[in-house]
């Protein structure tokens, strides 16, 4: 589960640790789908397209937003690494801390975000006798979508 923060024609946005697990699989296939759940509505929007690394400047700009907990806390988290315990994980934290002081905190090279850029979006409702709602919008070569009904 990763958080969206930004989403525009360009695609839809999203920030990791370019070091993790995931972000290893995500450059490895430059694809991916994202899935957004809503079980109380008994709906959900999938999303599947391909996925690159936004530009520096533009994780720059987020990082800076980022309250200055957060900031250290990227710094001080090899996210996906084992680590031997917490007591490890706070003095890193405790060590970015002392290193940066008051001053700014610039974003870390292994930070930044992904855009998936969507190829195919799915919207699903659910229906009674699972005979639910299926909406495929699947681009076209000329930039336009072709809708299509599928069977649940
Ligand atoms: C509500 C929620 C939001 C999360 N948001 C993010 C996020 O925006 N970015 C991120 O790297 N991890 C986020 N995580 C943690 C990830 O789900 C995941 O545990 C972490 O990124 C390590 O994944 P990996 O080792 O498979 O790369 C979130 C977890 C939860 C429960």
Redesign the pocket.
């Known amino acids: ?5 930004g989403v525009d024609e360009r695609g839809l946005v ?4 370019y070091d ?6 995500l450059d490895a296939c430059e694809q991916a789908s994202m899935l957004f759940p809503w079980n109380e509505l008994d709906r959900q929007v999938s999303v599947t397209g391909s996925v690159t690394r936004i530009s520096d400047e533009e994780s720059d700009a987020y990082f800076a937003s980022r309250p200055r907990d957060s900031q250290l806390g990227a710094w001080a988290s090899a ?2 690494h084992p680590i031997e315990g917490r007591d490890a994980l706070m003095q890193q934290l405790t060590d970015v801390t002392e290193r940066f002081g008051e001053d700014p905190i610039p974003r870390p090279p292994h930070w930044g975000g992904y855009r998936l850029v969507p190829a195919v979006w799915e919207f699903w409702q659910g229906g009674e006798n699972r005979l639910h709602d299926r909406f495929r919008y699947q681009i076209t070569v000329d930039g336009g979508w072709q809708i299509s009904r599928l069977q649940p």
């Open positions: 589960m990763v958080l969206m923060k999203f920030y990791t640790n993790s697990s995931k972000a290893a699989a996210q996906s």
